[in-house]
């Protein structure tokens, strides 16, 4: 089945642009990769915002509720779970989308609204690092049952590694945590907490080498950043807690323009390739007012009047009115006056 425009990212930019999309009765699609809707919306739920045009306040949660019932309004097809990595334009000029489940989506159209992109793990820039991920160095430790009885390291000193700090010093034969700073930046308790427990605090140092046979670590080397001395510990398991940063993962090999993590458009949000348009977060152009809502509920509608425009040459597209929309009407019971 092939698709009028496939919105890539169900956030506030792609459900609104999917409501706008049906408005203009195009067929749509919407694929996103978490497993819910709404974008960034849901990590702050209980937030209120009071820059949403015409509504005083509402919750981020309410708000997530409102696009996505709105969304729906013209039934769109909602693909959750399934991260858009490969784009291959057919011979036709319509374009095949594949996820990381490798299913695969046809469409005339992309409109790419996936705000930062997804978050990836800040790596180790350690040489030879590389080579124990998946065994015994670790960016998301899981399963905590799998460090009993280890020497542990955790690297970082946020809330991620001060929580996995706490939760291994019981299980683990030891656990140590090194930081490149003197304080700690986690929650306040937990530091304090940290502090009496057997942990092994490391501030003001860094992780400066890993030995070991290429399957297991068996050490490391620790700088302190003061003095430049270093140090040996015995360590089995590694856990690098250094943050998250924006990635647009397999999109970035598209051909499009990217600077910064964001996609070049024009004034239609129009990228550099025909037929593919962008919206939200993750666009840039001259202009732009980056991490707004309000952007994205005007860029969306344009990219999708533009991607109708590119669907239909031969036809003038002008923006339409959702006063002047019939199936709106029959379905919010139309004008007061009757
Ligand atoms: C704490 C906080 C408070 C904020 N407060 C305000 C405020 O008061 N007012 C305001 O206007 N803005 C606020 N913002 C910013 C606002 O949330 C963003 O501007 C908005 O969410 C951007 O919407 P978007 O749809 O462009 O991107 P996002 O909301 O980031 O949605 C993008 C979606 O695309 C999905 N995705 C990414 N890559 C892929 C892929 N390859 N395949 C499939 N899906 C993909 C992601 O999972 C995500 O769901 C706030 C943000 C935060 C974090």
Known sequence: MIFDVTIIGGGPTGLFAAFYAGMREMKTKVIETAPFLGGKLPYYREKFLYDIGGI???????????????ARTFDPVIVLSQLIVQMERRVDGTFCLTSNTGEKHYTRTVVIAIGGGTLVAQKLE??????????????????????????????????????????????????????????????????????????????????????????????????????????????????????????????????????????????????????????????????????????????????????KAYLEPDKEVKPIWSTDHAALEAIHGGSKEG
């Open 56 to 70: 005083a306040a509402i919750t981020a949660g309410d708000l997530m509720k409102e696009l996505e019932a709105q």
């Open 126 to 307: 350690l040489p030879g690092a590389e080579q124990y991920e998946g065994c015994c160095l670790h960016y998301r430790a899981e399963n905590v049952a799998h460090f009993r009885d280890k020497k542990v390291l955790i690297s970082g000193g946020g809330d991620s590694a001060v929580d996995w700090a706490l939760a291994l010093a019981p299980i683990a034969r030891f656990v140590g945590i090194v930081h490149r700073r003197e304080e700690f930046r986690a929650h306040e308790g937990n530091v304090s907490k940290m502090k009496n427990a057997s942990i092994r605090l490391m501030s003001s140092c860094r992780l400066k080498e890993i030995y070991g046979n290429g399957e297991r670590i068996e050490r490391v080397a620790i700088e302190h950043l003061g003095t430049d001395e270093s140090f040996a510990l015995d360590i089995d398991e590694i856990i690098v807690s250094h943050g998250v940063k924006p990635d647009l993962g397999g999109i970035k090999n598209w051909g499009l323009e990217i600077e910064q993590n964001r996609i070049i458009v024009d004034a239609w949000m129009q990228t550099n390739i025909p037929g593919i348009f962008a919206a939200g977060d993750v666009v840039e152009y001259p202009g732009k007012l980056p991490g707004l809502i309000a952007g994205g509920f005007m860029e969306g509608p344009a990219a999708i009047n533009r991607a």
